[in-house]
């Protein structure tokens, strides 16, 4: 029985530091500490409505951040820059080590599989954009099950796409709340640590591997 392989899009496979560079455009020099605050409120809006069965396509949910976060910072941001910033999203690239990472593991003979947060249609958008599409067996949006990471029915419905048992699917993701949800769900782990600076979440559950860069995961999960 052959292995599947389910990466997070946003940060794990694509660079979205893009994202941060267009906000300071549009907003100044009060872009990085907004930047952050976007991603923590985007995140935990989507846990709000996971866990309030509210679901919503997770566009709203980073919309309705963003709104926030510049309020909270008493910036006055449009409506024409707040399209802007989240045209943004739609334009980011695949990070450099991911296309040669995806071609190793394909040869492997391994199933691979973006796993999203996203809507199927944005996520299909953006990795066509950034020249990775074909390398995936398929896109599995959180959209079939109406509700977000680390919902254990999200995993579970991962599990039924890839048709494999938990222990023959990793999930590589670059945010610590979504490997602990796998592993919560049974699924095997690697956590892609990309900043050093990075630290894990002192639960009782650690990721499988942890790995710096994508060429790691090459090296760490084919051989397995």
């Known amino acids: 029985m052959s292995h599947a392989i389910a990466f997070d899009v946003y940060g794990t496979l694509i660079d979205t530091q893009a994202v ?3 906000l300071a455009e549009l907003i100044g020099e009060k872009a990085p500490a907004i930047s952050r605050a976007w991603r923590q409120k985007q995140l935990e809006y989507s846990f709000r409505r996971g866990l309030m069965h509210d679901y919503c ?5 980073t919309r309705q951040a963003l709104i926030f976060a510049c309020r909270e910072a008493a910036v006055d941001i449009d409506e024409a820059a707040v399209e802007l910033a989240m045209q943004a999203y739609a334009d980011l690239d695949a990070f450099p080590d991911v296309r040669p990472g995806l071609e190793a593991l394909r040869q492997d003979g391994l199933k691979l599989y973006a796993f999203s947060n996203g809507s199927r249609e944005a996520v299909e958008r ?3 954009r950034a020249g ?3 390398y ?7 959209e079939d099950v109406r509700s977000f990471k680390p919902d254990p029915q999200v995993y579970a419905h991962l599990l039924r796409v890839c048709d494999l048992p ?3 699917v990793y999930l590589v993701s670059g945010n610590p709340f ?3 949800g796998a592993a919560h769900a049974g699924l095997r782990t690697a956590w892609l640590r990309r900043d050093p600076k990075a630290v894990f979440d002192p639960w009782e559950i650690e990721p499988d591997v942890t790995v710096a860069n994508f ?6 999960i084919s051989c397995s």
Do not use: M, N, P, Q
């Open 166 to 168: 938990a222990s023959k």
């Open 20 to 22: 941060s560079a267009r």
């Open 215 to 220: 060429g790691s995961i090459v090296e760490t």
């Open 126 to 128: 953006l990795l066509r």
């Open 57 to 61: 396509d997770f566009a709203v949910c």
């Open 178 to 180: 979504d490997i602990l």
């Open 136 to 142: 995936f067996d398929g896109v599995v949006s959180v």
């Open 132 to 134: 990775i599409l074909d």
